[in-house]
């Protein structure tokens, strides 16, 4: 991949810019410490694989801003392709991806942004986790390979050569070879539950033979039985017949009787009805009469009705009207009450007016006295105007002056306090310098057991390794143990084929494989033992240089602290020989400041102004409390000036007083003759008067009325006579013909009754005469019942034994079946069993680096040479021989590491030893190495190559062979991208990219 634009929009500390990195073969990215340098590289990785250094998707907008978007335009594999991948804040990002035709930009974009991602991947040939690890040397990773421990190193170098899928194949493998192993146990199980329900098949044979007669017996006993059950049940049906014959013809008969009952009573309550309407009947001419005179009292009563309305209508009018007079005269008498009241309201106003006007002469005094008040005043306020600046001017001299006074005082007091500082480290030179010998013999002593520490923790890595390998191989030997027993076990059965092969055993072929298994499990036994023995020393060993490092790391504690102090130490005595000069000059400038104070001889021409201004306010002799008795006294008088007010709105308000009273008096004399007036002569007055006439003419009179509502009541009985009578007249012949219907009935239901009385004698006498076949039809229906019972359960019986002799011959089918895939199981269990340890980190994948290492040894050895002028050389150590303090030569074991040694004019060192610049050339070395191993495996040449922050650690040699490597390398790759904040190493680069962090963001230029 070879860049070609970037651009920027509201991305980390960028705004909007545009970077070219047409004709850029090898540039710098330069620019202080967070001004954006590396936000740049970030950029790309984010536009190609949507991925940062961000935590969050929404960091990477810029602050303030609600979008992102990266433009990013490169060639890969001769052609050239555009991203465009863009975010909004708090939603989800799209992506676009464009490949450049001759007709111009032409979409390859998905339907999706993980589709997109993937086509992408395609093209470029490279991950992400690639990439970072091959191409892009990020910032503070450069030593994170060296760093890690021999297993931590290895496992580093599976994840870069993704060898992760190989542990994911290994999973796969052990359970599936579980999952076999599973199934073949489960198989012999089943095998042996068939083998034992297959001994009971001849017993089950000769069981359904016995049960097949006895069901041949049962049913010829049961059909001779239904042949006398079904002649006994004809007998039985025709006597059933009869019997229901008997009972429909009682039936009949019991309901002629009821019929017959239930005419006779209504015949009985239809004559009574006639009794009742003949008397109705006979007493006509008094019912008329009686009706006739309710009729008469109805029509007086009407009349009454009619007055009565016309009473009350005209009471009601008259009611109205003596309300409407009340009213209006009550208004007329509130008029009265209110004119009287202002009439005494107006006398009391005048008694007031009276006694204000009396005190006049007094206040025509004070108003005198207030004008000489307000004269005095008026002269004072005139002379404050002309003394206030001067006061105001003074106060600010005098504060000036006390501010120099203080500000001398303090000076003088901070020289005192300096001067018996210094006094004090004059006297403890002596001191600092024995301490500062002391504290040196202790650093050295302590670097001492730091170098002691670190061969302990190296050691304790090397025995922890150790151990967990020895944990492994327990691990292991309980594993083929276990294997060797069930090798054992398989072959302790009769008949017992060969684990591995699984082809039958002659005697002599058994012999020989049960002794081969035996010997194996003693010698894998040996070896166990051995590893235990190893496992408690090894335990004992980490246990005893735990105690060491914690004692060194107690001891260590102090170092820090005493290279501190050292430092001050040796700060104070670079300073001592500055403490008698700066001495004597604060005793020179503290005897000058002491006379200054005594003599009052500082801010001359400030206390020069002061002594003027005394002057002139002496002169002017203006006095503040004066001022303020003068505005005492007239704040006492203005009494004067209010009354004075008062007085002449009292004149007022007498003259207008004196003119209301005449007018308030002809007002009371005229609504007291209104009122008398309007309660004879008003139009109410009058229409009340005549109404009062027109009640006496209508003559209502309520006791008449009302003794005449009681006689109607009375009489309201004949009404209801009358309407008996006429009902009787026309329900009498209707009766009479009822009543004549009802006995016809009556005899026609007696002579039906007497009919069926004769039937049922006959019925009775043929039930006498048939004979009773209940009791041997019941013996008959038990016999069956039984037999039936008997029948059934031995079809049961038959059915199951039937089933239970198909299930064995299915079950013989099955356990054949099943012999084949037990065989079948075992098979594939040990085939992944072994693709199992194939695929584990000591198979494969171990030989994958095994066969990487040397290719990178050799790299990094050619990169190293040029960066250290053939100084170091580097080895890549996979394989050390370890031994138990008790274990004999022959037991010696080969154990996997990846131990790195470096070695140069001085010999092997370890790389903790080495300096900055040494260890990062190392670092660059093996870092450069491993993203050329990278990018061939994924497919793609590395032609893009970025290294972020990288030489920080460099003196100026280290610098210049860092950039004659780079240059040396520049054949090997299209674009070269070097980012630092070192001024020197800039300039070393013809093409500078130059980020400034500005208040609009990050800000770049380009310099070819």
């Given at each position: 991949?070879?860049?070609?634009?970037?651009?920027?929009?509201?991305?980390?500390?960028?705004?909007?810019?545009?970077?070219?990195?047409?004709?850029?073969?090898?540039?710098?990215?330069?620019?202080?410490?967070?001004?954006?340098?590396?936000?740049?590289?970030?950029?790309?990785?984010?536009?190609?694989?949507?991925?940062?250094?961000?935590?969050?998707?929404?960091?990477?907008?810029?602050?303030?801003?609600?979008?992102?978007?990266?433009?990013?335009?490169?060639?890969?594999?001769?052609?050239?392709?555009?991203?465009?991948?863009?975010?909004?804040?708090?939603?989800?990002?799209?992506?676009?991806?464009?490949?450049?035709?001759?007709?111009?930009?032409?979409?390859?974009?998905?339907?999706?942004?993980?589709?997109?991602?993937?086509?992408?991947?395609?093209?470029?040939?490279?991950?992400?986790?690639?990439?970072?690890?091959?191409?892009?040397?990020?910032?503070?990773?450069?030593?994170?390979?060296?760093?890690?421990?021999?297993?931590?190193?290895?496992?580093?170098?599976?994840?870069?050569?993704?060898?992760?899928?190989?542990?994911?194949?290994?999973?796969?493998?052990?359970?599936?070879?579980?999952?076999?192993?599973?199934?073949?146990?489960?198989?012999?199980?089943?095998?042996?539950?068939?083998?034992?329900?297959?001994?009971?098949?001849?017993?089950?044979?000769?069981?359904?033979?016995?049960?097949?007669?006895?069901?041949?017996?049962?049913?010829?006993?049961?059909?001779?039985?239904?042949?006398?059950?079904?002649?006994?049940?004809?007998?039985?049906?025709?006597?059933?017949?009869?019997?229901?014959?008997?009972?429909?013809?009682?039936?009949?008969?019991?309901?002629?009787?009821?019929?017959?009952?239930?005419?006779?009573?209504?015949?009985?309550?239809?004559?009574?009805?006639?009794?009742?309407?003949?008397?109705?009947?006979?007493?006509?001419?008094?019912?008329?009469?009686?009706?006739?005179?309710?009729?008469?009292?109805?029509?007086?009563?009407?009349?009454?009705?009619?007055?009565?309305?016309?009473?009350?209508?005209?009471?009601?009018?008259?009611?109205?009207?003596?309300?409407?007079?009340?009213?209006?005269?009550?208004?007329?008498?509130?008029?009265?009450?209110?004119?009287?009241?202002?009439?005494?309201?107006?006398?009391?106003?005048?008694?007031?007016?009276?006694?204000?006007?009396?005190?006049?002469?007094?206040?025509?005094?004070?108003?005198?006295?207030?004008?000489?008040?307000?004269?005095?005043?008026?002269?004072?306020?005139?002379?404050?105007?002309?003394?206030?600046?001067?006061?105001?001017?003074?106060?600010?001299?005098?504060?000036?002056?006390?501010?120099?006074?203080?500000?001398?005082?303090?000076?003088?007091?901070?020289?005192?306090?300096?001067?018996?500082?210094?006094?004090?480290?004059?006297?403890?030179?002596?001191?600092?310098?024995?301490?500062?010998?002391?504290?040196?013999?202790?650093?050295?002593?302590?670097?001492?057991?730091?170098?002691?520490?670190?061969?302990?923790?190296?050691?304790?890595?090397?025995?922890?390794?150790?151990?967990?390998?020895?944990?492994?191989?327990?691990?292991?030997?309980?594993?083929?143990?276990?294997?060797?027993?069930?090798?054992?076990?398989?072959?302790?059965?009769p008949d017992a084929v060969c684990p591995l092969c699984e082809r039958p055993l002659d005697e002599h072929h058994w012999n020989r494989v049960v002794d081969k298994t035996k010997e194996q499990k003693r010698d894998t036994e040996e070896q166990f033992i051995v590893v235990r023995e190893q496992l408690v020393v090894t335990e004992t060993e980490i246990q005893e240089l735990r105690r060491r490092y914690r004692e060194v790391a107690q001891k260590l504690t102090q170092y820090d602290a005493l290279r501190e102090q050292r430092g001050q130490v040796i700060a104070q005595l670079s300073a001592s020989d500055e403490l008698q000069s700066r001495l004597e000059q604060i005793a020179a400038e503290k005897q000058h400041l002491e006379r200054s104070l005594a003599q009052g001889d500082y801010a001359a021409d400030l206390q020069a102004e002061l002594n003027q201004l005394n002057s002139q306010l002496q002169r002017l002799n203006?006095?503040?409390?004066?001022?303020?008795?003068?505005?005492?006294?007239?704040?006492?008088?203005?009494?004067?000036?209010?009354?004075?007010?008062?007085?002449?709105?009292?004149?007022?308000?007498?003259a207008q007083i004196i003119a209301r009273q005449p007018e308030m008096r002809t007002q009371i004399d005229d609504l007291s003759q209104q009122i008398e007036q309007y309660q004879v002569e008003s139009e109410c007055a009058k229409q009340i008067a005549a109404i009062a006439d027109r009640i006496d003419e209508i003559g209502y009179d309520p006791d008449r009325h009302s003794a005449l509502r009681t006689a109607i009541r009375q009489a309201q009985v004949w009404q209801l006579s009358y309407q008996q009578l006429l009902s009787a007249q026309e329900q009498y012949p209707q009766l009479e013909q009822r009543s004549r219907d009802l006995a016809e009935a009556v005899q026609a239901r007696t002579a039906e009754r007497q009919v069926l009385a004769v039937q049922i004698e006959e019925v009775i006498q043929k039930l006498e005469q048939s004979p009773n076949t209940t009791t041997e039809i019941q013996t008959l229906e038990s016999?069956?019942?039984?037999?039936?019972?008997?029948?059934?359960?031995?079809?049961?019986?038959?059915?199951?034994?039937?089933?239970?002799?198909?299930?064995?011959?299915?079950?013989?089918?099955?356990?054949?079946?099943?012999?084949?895939?037990?065989?079948?199981?075992?098979?594939?269990?040990?085939?992944?069993?072994?693709?199992?340890?194939?695929?584990?980190?000591?198979?494969?994948?171990?030989?994958?680096?095994?066969?990487?290492?040397?290719?990178?040894?050799?790299?990094?050895?050619?990169?190293?040479?040029?960066?250290?002028?053939?100084?170091?050389?580097?080895?890549?150590?996979?394989?050390?021989?370890?031994?138990?303090?008790?274990?004999?030569?022959?037991?010696?074991?080969?154990?996997?590491?990846?131990?790195?040694?470096?070695?140069?004019?001085?010999?092997?060192?370890?790389?903790?030893?080495?300096?900055?610049?040494?260890?990062?050339?190392?670092?660059?070395?093996?870092?450069?190495?491993?993203?050329?191993?990278?990018?061939?495996?994924?497919?793609?040449?590395?032609?893009?190559?970025?290294?972020?922050?990288?030489?920080?650690?460099?003196?100026?040699?280290?610098?210049?062979?860092?950039?004659?490597?780079?240059?040396?390398?520049?054949?090997?790759?299209?674009?070269?991208?070097?980012?630092?904040?070192?001024?020197?190493?800039?300039?070393?680069?013809?093409?500078?990219?130059?980020?400034?962090?500005?208040?609009?963001?990050?800000?770049?230029?380009?310099?070819?």
């Amino acid at each position: 991949m070879i860049p070609v634009q970037l651009i920027l929009k509201n991305f980390l500390s960028y705004r909007e810019t545009t970077l070219d990195f047409s004709g850029l073969h090898i540039a710098c990215i330069c620019g202080s410490n967070g001004a954006g340098k590396s936000s740049l590289l970030e950029a790309i990785t984010w536009a190609v694989w949507g991925q940062s250094r961000a935590v969050a998707e929404d960091d990477i907008i810029h602050a303030g801003a609600k979008e992102v978007r990266v433009d990013f335009l490169f060639y890969s594999d001769r052609h050239k392709y555009r991203v465009i991948r863009t975010r909004y804040r708090g939603q989800s990002s799209s992506l676009e991806f464009q490949v450049e035709t001759p007709q111009g930009f032409r979409s390859l974009t998905e339907k999706g942004v993980r589709a997109t991602q993937s086509l992408i991947l395609e093209h470029v040939k490279l991950d992400y986790e690639t990439f970072i690890n091959s191409a892009y040397l990020r910032q503070g990773r450069a030593d994170e390979f060296m760093l890690k421990r021999p297993n931590e190193r290895k496992e580093i170098l599976a994840e870069l050569l993704k060898l992760h899928r190989y542990d994911e194949l290994e999973e796969r493998a052990k359970d599936l070879s579980k999952s076999f192993r599973a199934q073949a146990d489960q198989l012999e199980q089943a095998l042996q539950s068939l083998a034992t329900q297959l001994q009971q098949q001849e017993a089950i044979a000769t069981h359904l033979a016995e049960i097949e007669a006895q069901v041949n017996q049962l049913q010829q006993e049961q059909a001779f039985d239904d042949i006398q059950l079904k002649s006994l049940q004809v007998i039985r049906s025709q006597q059933q017949n009869w019997e229901q014959q008997l009972s429909f013809l009682k039936q009949q008969s019991q309901n002629l009787t009821v019929d017959r009952d239930r005419l006779q009573q209504e015949h009985l309550a239809i004559e009574s009805q006639l009794a009742a309407v003949a008397e109705i009947l006979n007493r006509e001419p008094e019912i008329q009469a009686g009706y006739q005179h309710y009729q008469d009292l109805l029509g007086q009563e009407e009349e009454f009705s009619t007055k009565f309305q016309e009473y009350s209508h005209a009471q009601q009018q008259h009611t109205r009207l003596q309300q409407q007079l009340v009213q209006q005269v009550n208004e007329l008498q509130r008029q009265l009450q209110r004119a009287e009241g202002q009439l005494v309201i107006l006398q009391q106003q005048e008694q007031e007016t009276q006694q204000a006007l009396s005190k006049s002469a007094e206040v025509e005094a004070g108003v005198l006295q207030l004008a000489a008040a307000r004269d005095r005043l008026a002269n004072l306020d005139r002379l404050q105007l002309q003394v206030s600046p001067l006061i105001q001017r003074r106060n600010t001299l005098q504060a000036q002056i006390d501010k120099v006074q203080a500000r001398l005082t303090a000076k003088l007091e901070e020289l005192e306090t300096q001067q018996i500082t210094l006094s004090q480290q004059q006297s403890t030179q002596s001191q600092l310098q024995q301490t500062a010998t002391d504290v040196a013999v202790q650093i050295e002593q302590l670097e001492k057991d730091k170098v002691y520490i670190e061969r302990v923790r190296e050691k304790g890595q090397e025995r922890r390794h150790f151990l967990e390998r020895l944990q492994e191989q327990q691990r292991e030997f309980e594993k083929q143990l276990g294997e060797v027993e069930q090798k054992i076990q398989m072959l302790s059965v009769p008949d017992a084929v060969c684990p591995l092969c699984e082809r039958p055993l002659d005697e002599h072929h058994w012999n020989r494989v049960v002794d081969k298994t035996k010997e194996q499990k003693r010698d894998t036994e040996e070896q166990f033992i051995v590893v235990r023995e190893q496992l408690v020393v090894t335990e004992t060993e980490i246990q005893e240089l735990r105690r060491r490092y914690r004692e060194v790391a107690q001891k260590l504690t102090q170092y820090d602290a005493l290279r501190e102090q050292r430092g001050q130490v040796i700060a104070q005595l670079s300073a001592s020989d500055e403490l008698q000069s700066r001495l004597e000059q604060i005793a020179a400038e503290k005897q000058h400041l002491e006379r200054s104070l005594a003599q009052g001889d500082y801010a001359a021409d400030l206390q020069a102004e002061l002594n003027q201004l005394n002057s002139q306010l002496q002169r002017l002799n203006y006095s503040e409390e004066s001022h303020a008795l003068a505005r005492s006294e007239v704040d006492k008088l203005r009494w004067a000036e209010v009354r004075q007010a008062q007085i002449k709105d009292a004149q007022k308000r007498q003259a207008q007083i004196i003119a209301r009273q005449p007018e308030m008096r002809t007002q009371i004399d005229d609504l007291s003759q209104q009122i008398e007036q309007y309660q004879v002569e008003s139009e109410c007055a009058k229409q009340i008067a005549a109404i009062a006439d027109r009640i006496d003419e209508i003559g209502y009179d309520p006791d008449r009325h009302s003794a005449l509502r009681t006689a109607i009541r009375q009489a309201q009985v004949w009404q209801l006579s009358y309407q008996q009578l006429l009902s009787a007249q026309e329900q009498y012949p209707q009766l009479e013909q009822r009543s004549r219907d009802l006995a016809e009935a009556v005899q026609a239901r007696t002579a039906e009754r007497q009919v069926l009385a004769v039937q049922i004698e006959e019925v009775i006498q043929k039930l006498e005469q048939s004979p009773n076949t209940t009791t041997e039809i019941q013996t008959l229906e038990s016999q069956l019942a039984f037999r039936r019972r008997q029948l059934d359960d031995c079809l049961s019986q038959l059915g199951r034994l039937q089933q239970q002799s198909q299930q064995l011959a299915a079950m013989q089918a099955q356990q054949e079946q099943q012999q084949q895939q037990l065989q079948v199981a075992r098979r594939q269990q040990r085939v992944y069993q072994e693709l199992g340890q194939a695929f584990g980190k000591n198979g494969i994948q171990a030989l994958m680096i095994e066969n990487l290492l040397p290719q990178l040894e050799a790299e990094t050895n050619q990169l190293l040479a040029r960066l250290s002028a053939n100084q170091l050389h580097v080895q890549f150590i996979t394989q050390k021989t370890g031994r138990s303090g008790r274990a004999a030569k022959k037991n010696a074991k080969t154990i996997d590491t990846l131990d790195i040694l470096i070695a140069d004019a001085r010999g092997t060192r370890p790389y903790e030893t080495y300096s900055g610049g040494e260890a990062f050339r190392i670092n660059f070395a093996i870092r450069l190495a491993l993203a050329r191993l990278l990018a061939q495996r994924a497919g793609a040449s590395l032609q893009l190559l970025i290294v972020d922050e990288g030489f920080g650690t460099q003196d100026q040699e280290g610098c210049d062979r860092l950039i004659a490597a780079v240059n040396a390398i520049a054949a090997d790759f299209s674009c070269i991208l070097a980012v630092t904040h070192m001024p020197y190493f800039k300039e070393a680069f013809q093409a500078r990219i130059e980020v400034v962090k500005t208040q609009n963001g990050s800000q770049l230029s380009l310099s070819m």
